[in-house]
């Protein structure tokens, strides 16, 4: 009698039958209900810092412009003094930091 290896035993078909009746049988949540929960806790996090505190004012930054002297390196767009510039192609320019 020859013996079909490939094919599932009885024992682990029950098994995976009942799985699958305990799965379906679960109360688990509905997708719209995970999705609104999402939504929900977005628009709390809205107005918190990373640190967790709220903040209800607004942040005002005075932009400088860049001088003369300065220019922004291409690699690493931080602006930097003419003295740091290691070198300029096609247009760009790179600070030594990033040629070093």
Partial sequence: MATDYDEVRSDVKETQDRSLEALQSA???DAR???NELDEA???DEGLTPGGEI???ELIVQVI???ADEFTCY??????????LARESNGHSYCIECEG
Avoid at 75 to 84: E, I, K, M, T
């Fill in 27 to 29: 109360n688990a949540p």
């Fill in 33 to 35: 209900s995970v999705v």
């Fill in 42 to 44: 977005d628009a709390f």
């Fill in 55 to 57: 903040v209800s004012e």
């Fill in 65 to 67: 412009p860049q001088a």
């Fill in 75 to 84: 690699s690493c767009f931080l602006v930097r003094h003419r003295s740091q």
